[in-house]
């Protein structure tokens, strides 16, 4: 693929191959360039590892690089940050952030948690470094069932900010968990309405979905899992057809790696894009490209939020590997 974008300098605007161009920065920098399924496709075809938060905190904990470029949302990008303070972690848009992590305030969260001082705190990555710093142990949708199955019986939980992934993880552990009340906007703006209409236009297809949708969504759901759950039971399913109901921007490795298959995005409640997530679509390749070039913008994380922050996710990476 031959992607150009013009880029000014002070007296002309030159085409630049951007795809050739990343490859230079990534040798000059010993760069690493980690992206999300939600990406757009171009950033997704560049990237060195394409994956979900699991696997992307699993990459950002082991990889050698001396600059890590993060194709996500701004919690990702501290998430590595977390775990590499000497590196250069870069984010094409620092206004990438995440409505999830937005619904959970720090000064909200620690008057929640102090009303519940017996309660061992987990919380979903998507949340800021500061509530991560306030957790026991940090999870994603691929291992939440796993990490609170871990946790004894009869320890008190608060599951955050994640309320959908909350109540689908008490039903499949029938543990009782505090939940706090956020939600990620694209995930709660799928309509049950339409995807049974899309079962009715597509009866052989199956219908799978992520845990962050609302529960009568779920109900549908042949199969529900992370994202790379999503993209693996896809190629490995004997059906030829799938109605997907998470962000969009999966399907780009999933008509990569199975092109007989049929993918159908699941509609949201309107006639709008919202199954694209509006922060994840802030970065670009020419973002990309600049963010490197120009070595900015850095994410920084204050130290002792950092280093509180440090335990929860080392704690997940250790469970996550039992």
């Known amino acids: 693929m031959f992607t150009t974008a013009p880029i000014k300098s002070r007296s002309t605007e030159v085409s630049v191959d951007l795809f ?9 920098l010993n760069a690493v360039i980690l992206a ?12 060195d590892y394409i994956g979900d938060s699991l696997g992307l905190s699993q990459k950002a904990a082991s990889t050698d690089a001396d600059v890590i470029v993060f194709a996500g949302v701004h919690f990702m990008a501290e998430t590595a940050k977390i775990l590499n303070p000497d590196k250069l972690v870069l984010l094409p848009d620092l206004n990438a952030g995440c409505s999830l992590a ?13 009303a519940h001082p017996d309660h061992v705190v987990v919380s979903y990555i998507n949340c800021t470094a500061a509530i991560k710093a306030m957790s026991d142990i940090i999870c994603t949708s691929s291992n939440a069932v796993k990490i609170v199955n871990q946790i004894p019986v009869d320890q008190p939980i608060i599951f955050a900010p994640d309320q959908n992934l ?22 709660e703006t799928f309509s ?48 030829d057809q799938f109605i997907v109901v998470t962000e969009s921007g999966i399907l780009h490795q999933m008509q990569k790696q199975a092109p007989n298959k049929l993918f159908i995005p699941a509609p949201p409640m309107n006639n709008c894009a919202c199954n694209e997530c509006p922060h994840m679509r802030l970065n670009t390749l020419e973002k990309l490209y600049l963010a ?25 990476l250790e469970m996550s590997a039992l």
């Not at 050739?20 to 000059?28: F, G, T, V």
């Open 292 to 316: 490197m070039k120009n070595r900015l913008p850095e994410i920084t994380l204050p130290e002792d939020i950092r280093v509180a922050a440090l335990h929860p996710i080392q704690r997940m």
């Open 192 to 239: 049950e309405k339409k995807i049974v209409q899309l079962q009715m236009e597509y009866p052989d297809a199956e219908v799978i979905a992520h845990p962050e949708c609302e529960a009568p969504v779920l109900h549908h759901a042949n199969f529900i899992g992370s994202t790379t759950a999503l993209l693996k039971y896809a190629q490995q399913s004997e059906r």
């Open 20 to 28: 050739e161009a990343i490859e230079i920065l990534k040798k000059e």
């Open 166 to 187: 909350g109540r689908y993880v008490m039903a499949q552990t029938g543990r009782d968990l505090a939940l706090w009340q956020g939600s990620c906007i694209v995930h």
């Open 102 to 114: 937005d619904s959970c305030p720090p000064q909200a969260f620690a008057k929640f948690k102090a």
């Open 36 to 47: 999300h399924y939600y990406q757009e496709p171009d950033i997704q075809d560049v990237a």
